[in-house]
């Protein structure tokens, strides 16, 4: 009791009353959270009983959701004309019992990225996601703005991104997602990103370096560097090299690096044992699409491993991810045979 006594949780005598200071707040898709203002915190778990808990049916007739430029949900009574923060259907919350972990994994193949992010509220996280506006990295970027972030698009085709962000403010007109200009497979171009994000002057809670090609003919960037593995791995690299002070500022905060599996069937070493700079940016002679593609994809996930190692104890983590095998998206499309085999190959894997 002096421990409760202590963190002012005596002054209630019911376990579902809010002790004084805190108060009940939802979620866009109803999950139940608490805000703290004395300790100005939120946390899922009620601060008495430590249930957690999400409202049951829908709006009353009348009431409409909505949510503020801070992205916090209020809610609308048009029969009353009145405005509140307080969700109507507070009245009536079911409890969640969340079902301990098993050795079973919590999602599988056919888990959604919506599903994923389910009860979570990202109001106020700032997102950079590289190739977003089509395939894998524009799913991300539309699950995590339907659930509060901040997103920015950075694509290579400015037209495209600006498509990309209006489907997005389809779903959600009040989506807080925005496309800028990047070609990784220009140094500068890159720069000039990092220099236009920094000129905003907000956090980065996420960074997940997503966009690539594969299949993709020999050719040489402005760079003189290879483009499959500057546009993949070295335009990263400097990415988060330019963000990374960013990062430091806005910690907890995190990296991720979307790779392969097809990183196990490549070498980027010489018979000797060490590094061999040439496999990395090989010349037209020594070109195999499927080749460049694994190095850069090992590149990928040797730079996420040792980018944790240094940031880590920083509050800054990096991961990297292998998204599935073949999952059908336009990454294919610079070769026919490649089109074909991802085609054939749909019915048994990951859709989109």
């Given at each position: 009791?002096?421990?409760?006594?202590?963190?002012?949780?005596?002054?209630?005598?019911?376990?579902?009353?809010?002790?004084?200071?805190?108060?009940?707040?939802?979620?866009?898709?109803?999950?139940?959270?608490?805000?703290?203002?004395?300790?100005?915190?939120?946390?899922?778990?009620?601060?008495?009983?430590?249930?957690?808990?999400?409202?049951?049916?829908?709006?009353?007739?009348?009431?409409?959701?909505?949510?503020?430029?801070?992205?916090?949900?209020?809610?609308?009574?048009?029969?009353?004309?009145?405005?509140?923060?307080?969700?109507?259907?507070?009245a009536f919350t079911v409890e969640d019992n969340p079902v301990k972990p098993t050795t079973r994994q919590k999602y599988d193949g056919n888990s959604t990225a919506m599903e994923i992010l389910q009860g979570r509220d990202l109001s106020g996280k700032v997102v950079i996601?590289?190739?977003?506006?089509?395939?894998?990295?524009?799913?991300?970027?539309?699950?995590?703005?339907?659930?509060?972030?901040?997103?920015?698009?950075?694509?290579?085709?400015?037209?495209?991104?600006?498509?990309?962000?209006?489907?997005?403010?389809?779903?959600?007109?009040?989506?807080?997602?925005?496309?800028?200009?990047?070609?990784?497979?220009?140094?500068?171009?890159?720069?000039?990103?990092?220099?236009?994000?920094?000129?905003?002057?907000?956090?980065?809670?996420?960074?997940?370096?997503?966009?690539?090609?594969?299949?993709?003919?020999?050719?040489?960037?402005?760079?003189?560097?290879?483009?499959?593995?500057?546009?993949?791995?070295?335009?990263?690299?400097?990415?988060?090299?330019?963000?990374?002070?960013?990062?430091?500022?806005?910690?907890?905060?995190?990296?991720?690096?979307?790779?392969?599996?097809?990183?196990?069937?490549?070498?980027?070493?010489?018979?000797?044992?060490?590094?061999?700079?040439?496999?990395?940016?090989?010349?037209?002679k020594e070109y195999w699409a499927m080749l460049a593609y694994n190095r850069s994809k090992l590149c990928n996930i040797l730079f996420s491993n040792e980018l944790n190692r240094r940031l880590s104890p920083h509050g800054v983590t990096s991961n990297s991810v292998h998204?599935?095998?073949?999952?059908?998206?336009?990454?294919?499309?610079?070769?026919?045979?490649?089109?074909?085999?991802?085609?054939?190959?749909?019915?048994?894997?990951?859709?989109?």
């Amino acid at each position: 009791m002096a421990a409760l006594k202590y963190a002012g949780l005596e002054d209630t005598d019911s376990e579902e009353e809010l002790p004084p200071g805190w108060e009940e707040r939802t979620t866009k898709d109803g999950w139940v959270y608490y805000a703290n203002h004395l300790e100005e915190k939120t946390q899922w778990e009620h601060p008495k009983s430590g249930k957690r808990k999400r409202v049951a049916g829908g709006l009353p007739y009348g009431w409409e959701q909505e949510t503020d430029e801070n992205g916090q949900v209020y809610f609308v009574d048009h029969i009353n004309k009145r405005t509140t923060y307080l969700d109507p259907r507070l009245a009536f919350t079911v409890e969640d019992n969340p079902v301990k972990p098993t050795t079973r994994q919590k999602y599988d193949g056919n888990s959604t990225a919506m599903e994923i992010l389910q009860g979570r509220d990202l109001s106020g996280k700032v997102v950079i996601i590289t190739g977003a506006n089509s395939g894998i990295g524009f799913e991300t970027a539309k699950s995590l703005a339907l659930h509060g972030a901040y997103v920015i698009l950075a694509c290579r085709n400015t037209s495209r991104g600006n498509d990309a962000v209006q489907r997005i403010l389809v779903d959600w007109h009040k989506a807080k997602v925005e496309a800028m200009t990047l070609d990784l497979a220009s140094l500068q171009s890159v720069q000039h990103f990092a220099e236009a994000f920094k000129s905003k002057n907000v956090p980065l809670h996420i960074l997940i370096c997503n966009a690539a090609v594969f299949g993709a003919p020999w050719c040489l960037t402005e760079d003189d560097l290879e483009s499959t593995f500057q546009v993949n791995h070295l335009g990263h690299f400097y990415l988060v090299q330019l963000l990374e002070d960013v990062l430091h500022r806005s910690s907890p905060a995190r990296v991720v690096m979307v790779s392969s599996e097809s990183h196990r069937f490549t070498e980027i070493k010489d018979s000797s044992g060490k590094l061999d700079f040439s496999l990395l940016s090989p010349s037209k002679k020594e070109y195999w699409a499927m080749l460049a593609y694994n190095r850069s994809k090992l590149c990928n996930i040797l730079f996420s491993n040792e980018l944790n190692r240094r940031l880590s104890p920083h509050g800054v983590t990096s991961n990297s991810v292998h998204p599935g095998n073949m999952i059908y998206s336009s990454i294919h499309r610079n070769w026919w045979v490649y089109t074909l085999l991802f085609t054939l190959a749909r019915p048994f894997t990951k859709s989109m």
